[in-house]
């Protein structure tokens, strides 16, 4: 019966030192010490056995029993061990690696161009307003002198909401929005998105972007008009610009005209960018008319100013002399990417 306790026991041991994980070592278990295991099966068939005998033989189970237990506490620790080792090395992390730098975008070229038009702005005592982009026809049109029926509205014919609503051909709706406001006196520019039904070319898009600008008070001239489009030519483009003014006709200002600023790429000689002219026409601008005074609710004989108007795509191909209106749209990397 010795012998038989002692064979079980070193079965046991060796099953045990061979044993790679905590499963097999558990299988070990039921298979000696569990409720059917070999080892409790000896201790079941006792009442076989002559009674004298009985305490000596247990005895010997259980200290095989002790043994094995013992063996198996032993291994599952050697194996804890070993397998958090592993675990460690395998998830080292080496600190001292290079880390990935995050991508930043960077500003697109109409909104750098914005900013640059805003910061002048603002340094003259101006305020920055928005409007909606979903406007009714009475600020795009009426209330700046372009009633139904105006051939203005064949030039800047839009995609109409309903028939009183439309998305705004021009930031000039703006004005009429302000001035309703009634808080005088004004000086406001008004950047923003505007829609007209044109097919996309290299100088036209059905939506881009305008900013207008308007000063109302009761002391204002076309010499304020023309002094303060000039600072911000010469800010925009360098001291040495020069501007001129076109008589021009738009329905909500009298008198009209347009800025050209002289070409700062040739100084004015004439060259490929001006198309040999000397100039490059800049702005529309004028004298806001007494009518659109007076149909947004300000005295004409009180209050005077003027406004302008300018293509923001305008000037971002100027200033970083693209050629095709349509780079500014196609978020194309390589061309965003070089400003
Ligand atoms: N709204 C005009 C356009 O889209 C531009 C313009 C011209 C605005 C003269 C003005 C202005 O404020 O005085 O063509």
Redesign the pocket.
């Known amino acids: 019966m010795q012998k038989k306790i002692e064979e079980i026991k070193q079965k046991a041991l060796e099953l045990i030192s061979e044993a790679n994980s905590p499963e097999k070592i558990q299988e070990t278990r039921v298979k000696f010490l569990g409720k059917k295991g070999e080892l409790t099966a000896l201790l079941k068939s006792m009442k076989d056995v002559d009674p004298a005998m009985r305490p000596q033989i247990g005895a010997w189970v259980n200290q095989a029993r002790a043994q094995i237990e013992k063996q198996m506490e032993l291994a599952g620790e050697e194996m804890k061990a070993k397998m958090l080792k592993q675990r460690l090395a395998a998830e080292t992390i080496d600190v001292t690696l290079p880390g990935k730098a995050p991508k930043q975008g960077h500003l697109h070229p109409n909104e750098i161009a914005l900013r640059e038009v805003e910061r002048i702005f603002i340094g003259l005592g101006y305020e920055v307003v928005s409007g909606p982009e979903v406007e009714y026809d009475e600020y795009n049109f009426e209330k700046l002198n372009i009633p139904k029926g105006h051939p203005a509205r064949d030039?800047?014919d839009t995609f109409y909401i309903n028939s009183n609503i439309v998305l705004r051909?021009?930031?000039?709706s703006v004005?009429a929005r302000i001035m309703e406001q009634g808080k005088l006196p004004i000086r406001i520019i008004s950047p923003g998105r505007?829609f007209r039904s044109d097919a996309v070319d290299a100088t036209h898009s059905p939506s881009f972007h305008?900013i207008?600008?308007?000063l109302i008070d009761e002391k204002s001239s076309f010499s304020d008009l023309k002094g303060t489009l000039e600072v911000f030519a010469k800010e925009l483009f360098g001291e040495n610009t020069k501007t001129k003014f076109r008589p021009?006709h738009?329905p909500?200002?009298e008198p009209?005209a347009e800025m050209d600023v002289s070409c700062f790429k040739c100084g004015g000689k004439g060259c490929r960018f001006c198309k040999g002219e000397g100039w490059i026409e800049i702005?529309?601008?004028?004298m806001?008319h007494p009518h659109v005074l007076e149909m947004c609710g300000l005295d004409p004989e009180k209050y005077s100013g003027?406004?302008?108007?300018?293509g923001l795509e305008r000037i971002a191909l100027l200033k970083y002399e693209i050629d095709d209106m349509r780079l500014l749209y196609e978020n194309d990397m390589r061309f965003l990417e070089q400003f």
Do not use: W
Request: net charge negative.
């Open positions: 030039e800047q051909t021009q930031t000039s004005q505007v305008q207008e600008g308007l021009h738009f909500f200002t009209s702005l529309g601008c004028g806001v003027f406004a302008c108007g300018v």
